[in-house]
């Protein structure tokens, strides 16, 4: 079998080897993977929730072991590779402890016309799930979907980025080693783009996608031939937004991290910022203050993906070319494996560092009359997945987010929604669509099913030849005057 070397992004040291799985190989774990799913259903809402609280210890004991991998994999500090771990702990324990209260079968109103019967609805798990996950974050992103997904009753054949695959092997062999009678539940497949592709076309029940709006756009063109369901992430444009009266400090700190932390490979990172002019100049000051003393290599890992550096630089270019202005680094910033901190400021809303997803640690700082045409701008971008709002008051802030296109957003914060497993996860447009974490993101894992239990025999029974027509139609006629008056 062919294999592939993944290297260090920081050093380009060899980290090790890995196979190429084909169509054969995914076939084969996806059938193993169906025949554990059928076995993890009948273990129940309890036994399912011990297994993965189990699993979630022992990957807590293991935190510096996965940490190391993750780091070495991405180049990012241990640090941040540790916090990662932490929130892919925090969102595996609450989908294990909430599933059975969202999924289970509960009684729905049955209406006036049907009150002989008795409604339930339940959820029943799809089966096999297909999860592609991301290198900016192999542990924290696809948890997202596996962990939800065996919460709600699947099993899971993952396929990690080809320049992170030594987390998704580690995490499937952390699971047999924690849950060994339910050892083929998540299994991890491994190679490039062709092996996602496999696994799209593998029979999987659904996928769960993480990357780029074209990656995106071929694997539904695949999955939409055999009319498999697709749950795609595929980042944002994030805005964050600052009103008169905000504190900017707090401001200039939170576009700081959300810009800059993971070399701003963050797909709910912040790479626009709107705001008011009688407050944007002192917040430009506070932001290149900030950033200035941030170090590449320390504050932050290199470049994952190494053609990034050249989107990253494409973008500075042409935005100071076409009237922008940089009081913090510029094109010369791009020293690879490294990119130093960028604040760029007044671009041009046409300028691709204003509409393309620049995943690379830059902050575009524009001018606005008000909040209201910070608002507009925001929501003019072709992303909708995160934002952020900086307001005289809580109150006034909260009144902004209503008015956000994206389907999540901070007050007073950025990202403050990644660490609240409750909450549900992803955007529209193209960011993708469908939902990851919270009670949506179990269901997104689910079938809902309807079942109906007759209580007893109706005055009129509508479903039956045998009953007296003109029962029927005095029946009806009651449910048109009702409809009809009220």
């Known amino acids: 079998m062919a294999t592939f070397a993944v290297r260090s992004p920081a050093t380009g040291d060899v980290l090790g080897e890995h196979p190429v799985h084909g169509p054969a190989e995914v076939a084969h774990a996806v059938v193993r993977g169906r025949g554990a799913a059928a076995r993890w259903a009948g273990l129940g809402w309890t036994g399912r929730r011990s297994r993965l609280l189990a699993w979630k210890r022992s990957l807590a004991r293991r935190m510096d072991e996965f940490a190391g991998v993750v780091a070495a994999e991405t180049g990012k500090p241990v640090h941040d590779a540790r916090a990662e771990v932490l929130l892919a702990l925090v969102h595996l324990d609450w989908a294990a402890r909430n599933a059975r209260r969202v999924l289970r079968v509960r009684r729905v109103p049955s209406g006036a016309f049907a009150a002989h019967q008795r409604a339930l609805l339940g959820h029943r798990p799809l089966g096999v799930i297909g999860v592609i996950g991301p290198w900016n974050y192999p542990l924290y992103t696809p948890m997202g979907s596996i962990g939800y997904a ?67 756009r071929k694997v539904a063109e695949v999955c939409a031939r055999s009319l498999t369901p697709l749950l795609a992430e595929c980042g944002g444009k994030d805005a964050v937004l600052v009103g008169e009266g905000a504190d900017l400090a707090a401001a200039a700190e939170a576009v700081v991290w959300g810009a800059m932390a993971n070399a701003g490979q963050t797909c709910a990172g912040v790479e626009r910022v709107y705001a008011v002019a009688s407050v944007h100049e002192r917040l430009c000051e506070l932001i290149v203050a900030k950033a200035r003393d941030l170090a590449a290599g320390r504050a932050y890992g290199p470049m994952t993906l190494p053609t990034q550096l050249g989107v990253v630089e494409r973008h500075m270019k042409e935005a100071l070319a076409s009237g922008a202005r940089a009081p913090l680094g510029g094109p010369e910033s791009v020293a690879a494996p490294f990119v130093h901190p960028v604040v760029l400021v007044d671009v041009p809303e046409d300028s691709p560092a204003m509409t393309e997803e620049t995943f690379g640690p830059v902050v575009a700082v524009n001018r606005v009359r008000d909040l209201d045409e910070a608002v507009e701008r925001a929501n003019a971008s072709a992303y909708a997945l995160g934002a952020a709002v900086f307001a005289r008051s809580r109150v006034a802030g909260r009144a902004v987010a209503r008015r956000l296109d994206a389907g999540a957003v901070s007050v007073d914060s950025v990202l403050g929604f990644a660490a609240v497993p409750s909450l549900p996860f992803g955007g529209t447009g193209e960011s993708g669509y469908g939902r990851i974490h919270g009670a949506e993101g179990l269901r997104a894992f689910s079938v809902p099913r309807s079942v109906t239990v007759k209580r007893f025999a109706p005055y009129a029974d509508l479903t039956s030849f045998a009953t007296d027509p003109a029962r029927a139609a005095r029946a009806v006629e009651l449910g048109r005057r009702l409809h009809a008056r009220f």
């Open 150 to 216: 065996l919460a709600a009753g699947n099993a899971v054949v993952h396929k990690p980025s080809e320049l992170t695959p030594g987390t998704g092997v580690l995490l499937a062999e952390s699971f047999a080693d924690a849950v060994p009678d339910c050892a083929d539940l998540l299994l991890t497949v491994t190679g490039p783009g062709s092996t996602g592709r496999a696994l799209a076309e593998s029979g999987v029940d659904k996928v769960a996608f993480t990357g780029a709006p074209g990656t995106a």
